[in-house]
């Protein structure tokens, strides 16, 4: 967890929407990258360089995701009280 100017702690890195725009991106960049370098294959899908737009399309979107995880951080309580035996596992 991380602490923001407020000093609340926050999901920080382990935010789901951090990981969801990391693999977006990283899935953006190859994709882009096979759109620019490789064949466009443009009869197949009908005049459109699909991978380039494809790509693009998910560069946006994890950078979507990544921005609205840094704006709007998740605050975890402070007074979230913990067991030290999950209940699935207390002996009855």
């Not at 009908?46 to 998740?74: D, E």
């Amino acid at each position: 967890m991380s602490t923001n100017k407020t000093g609340h702690h926050t999901a920080g890195l382990l935010d789901i929407r951090n990981i969801i725009g990391a693999l977006l991106g990283i899935y953006g960049v190859i994709l882009t990258l096979l759109g620019i370098l490789a064949d466009p294959q443009e009869d197949k899908t009908g005049g459109i360089n699909a991978n380039l737009w494809a790509g693009l399309a998910l560069l946006v979107a994890g950078a979507i995701f990544i921005a609205w995880a840094k704006l709007r951080p998740v605050e975890v309580p402070d007074d979230v009280q913990t067991e030290e035996t999950p209940a699935h596992m207390e002996a009855h």
